[in-house]
């Protein structure tokens, strides 16, 4: 969904943007569902154990799962925003930039879950530096649209206050994964 919104923003698709709404009532019964699963596991330690899943892991991932499950909300807010302002054209270096954050708060989530499930510290590490460099970019994407004349100033506002959600997100499943090791 994060990167479905993105597109929408980018490309002022308002079919793209409408069908995130449907998806969020997936998206949410897929996290009922394990949180059920990880409920089943806590009170059935045996089955816990064959599985080689700690209590402390069902917790984790809970947490986890429940940050990502906000993420997709927080796509949906979005995607609301956009279909709200219906149309605008956003300045070929703006979409570029933007693009870069989009693939590094990408790059940044798949590293995070490789590193939940793998433990190594490496790929942690790899995780924070690609957190560091979609920062980075972030700022430089800031400047640009509060130069933009064209562009209603909610939609920046929410465009950017989604990118930092997403961020603080990010930060902690890192701080999670942090004290998993």
Do not use: W
């Not at 569902?33 to 806590?42: A, D, H």
């Not at 870069?100 to 942690?124: G, H, M, W």
């Not at 939609?155 to 950017?160: D, E, I, P």
Request: with cysteine; proline share 2%.
């Amino acid at each position: 969904m994060f990167k479905e919104v993105f597109e929408s923003f980018l490309n002022n698709d308002l079919q793209l943007a409408k069908s995130l709404l449907e998806k969020d009532e997936e998206i949410d019964r897929l996290y009922f569902l394990l949180v059920r699963l990880l409920r089943s596991l806590i009170l059935n330690p045996r089955l816990s154990e064959k599985l080689n899943i700690s209590l402390i892991d069902c917790l984790d991932y809970r947490l986890i799962a429940s940050l990502i499950e906000n993420i997709a909300d927080r796509s949906v807010e979005l995607a609301n925003y956009i279909v709200e302002a219906n149309s605008y054209k956003l300045q070929p270096k703006i979409v570029e930039q933007a693009k870069k954050v989009k693939e590094n708060i990408q790059a940044t989530y798949e590293e995070i879950i490789k590193a939940i499930f793998s433990k190594d510290p490496k790929i942690l590490s790899e995780a924070m530096d690609k957190r560091r460099e979609a920062e980075e970019n972030i700022k430089r994407l800031e400047e640009d649209l509060g130069k933009e004349k064209n562009l209603d100033s909610r939609l920046t506002y929410n465009f950017l206050s989604f990118i930092h959600r997403v961020m603080d997100h990010l930060k902690d499943m890192i701080d999670l994964v942090t004290t998993i090791r």
